[in-house]
């Protein structure tokens, strides 16, 4: 079936990409190949050099992957998109196309622990520096951009804290000062069904795939989202040439699979999610609970407008140290204790020790993450379950 922009989300999840195969299956079959075939070795050559549109090699292009890409460029309400093994793969891949030796990077100050640890660490290697800035308020990032500045980096819910970001007036900003600066938003806690960077004014989005998209635990991937002209870029040079993480045929095919349901669960995850924050705010042992959908939380007003709903996603702040709060929740029966987010079960993790283990003491006070932070990211399980689970460890707290 054809899709097009004015089907809605529900219809393009489900219809959107191209399905070229015989016999009418109703589900796109699996290309598990490597390499394709050419007729001739004129085709051949003609693929080689761009003057033919075909498949050459699955490292370049494969008709599952291309599913799964046109999917979450019209998900997205972008013009291409680039599946990747996974969301550093995406990421990388989009920075080494953006990127060469000598430029600068404007990025928010709490990111994945990886995505920080690769500015911070990585790109430092190959003479690119990133400045680091608390864009809550995006006038901040004025004083930092400068003639060497190629991309500002942002997440928007922040992991792990839940700090918002004004999409559009970051956008404004750095666009302002110089068009040619590509703004590139992490959207993973949020998923295209409650955000839209590009509609904001981004220019790249960027997915850990394995997360919300898929849904179910199973995949490890990523995904770029961006114009033509970048994803083209990115597939040729940032993929086959610097990182090739590529996703494979048989994983595009379980993420095409977890998309078809990505609406409801995320209206699930959002449901769950605001009735346990609820909860947390109001027990004896929490300290602080950073939740989006509080009418008190930094930015409220910002998220509101940017998001569709608050999502999955809560960080709690104990009252108990940090040995007494582990000690509780080994205790977690239904909850499992595991990083990662956006699965059909509700985990929690310390990302002090966890997954932004890279971040100096220093530093994770500077971002905002202490050592008391708790991220929680909330399942599809029935609530009051979930909120039982949960009120039985930190009852022992009190």
């Known amino acids: 079936m054809s899709t097009n922009k004015n089907h809605g989300f529900a219809t393009r999840q489900i219809h959107a990409g191209t399905q070229k195969a015989s016999n009418g299956p109703l589900c796109a079959p699996i290309y598990q190949t490597s390499t394709f075939r050419f007729d001739t070795v004129e085709q051949g050559g003609a693929r080689f050099a761009g003057e033919e549109q075909g498949y050459i090699y699955t490292r370049l292009g494969n008709p599952t992957q291309l599913l799964v890409e046109e999917k979450l460029a019209s998900l997205e309400n972008g013009e291409a ?28 100050d709490t990111l994945y622990g990886c995505t920080y640890a690769l500015f911070n660490h990585g790109l430092t290697r190959f003479d690119v520096k990133t400045n680091f800035v608390d864009m809550s308020d995006p006038a901040r990032i004025e004083k930092y951009l400068t003639p060497k500045t190629k991309v500002v980096y942002f997440e928007t819910p922040c992991n792990p804290t839940l700090k918002i970001i004004n999409i559009e007036e970051v956008s404004r900003i750095a666009h302002a000062y110089n068009p040619e600066i590509i703004v590139m938003v992490d959207n993973t806690f949020c998923s295209p069904y409650l955000q839209r960077p590009l509609d904001l004014g981004a220019d790249v989005v960027l997915h850990s795939a394995t997360k919300y998209l898929n849904g179910h635990g199973d995949v490890i991937a990523g995904v770029v989202v961006s114009n033509q002209a970048f994803i083209s870029e990115c597939r040729m040079f940032g993929l086959k040439d610097m990182t090739g993480a590529v996703l494979s045929p048989f994983d595009a095919f379980l993420l095409a699979r977890g998309l078809k349901t990505l609406d409801i669960r995320m209206e699930r995850h959002s449901n769950n999610a605001e009735k346990i924050a609820a909860f ?5 042992s ?31 702040e104990l009252k108990a140290d940090r040995q007494k709060t582990a ?66 460890v930190l009852d022992l707290l009190v």
């Open 327 to 392: 000690a509780c929740l080994n205790k977690l029966q239904l909850c499992a204790i595991a990083v990662s987010l956006g699965d059909a079960e509700t985990l929690v993790e310390h990302p002090a020790t966890m997954t932004h283990s890279t971040y100096t003491a220093e530093e994770l006070k500077g971002a905002g993450i202490s050592e008391g932070l708790i991220r929680i990211s909330a399942g599809l399980e029935n609530p009051e379950d979930i909120i039982a689970d949960l009120k039985e």
């Open 81 to 108: 998109a680039l599946a990747t093994a996974s969301g550093m793969g995406a990421i990388s891949s989009a920075l080494w196309t953006a990127l060469r030796a000598g430029d600068e990077i404007v990025a928010d």
């Open 280 to 284: 947390l705010k109001e027990h004896p």
């Open 286 to 316: 929490v300290a602080t609970v950073y939740y989006p959908g509080f009418e008190d939380f930094p930015n409220h007003a910002v998220a509101k407008k940017q998001m569709q709903r608050f999502g999955g996603m809560i960080a709690v």
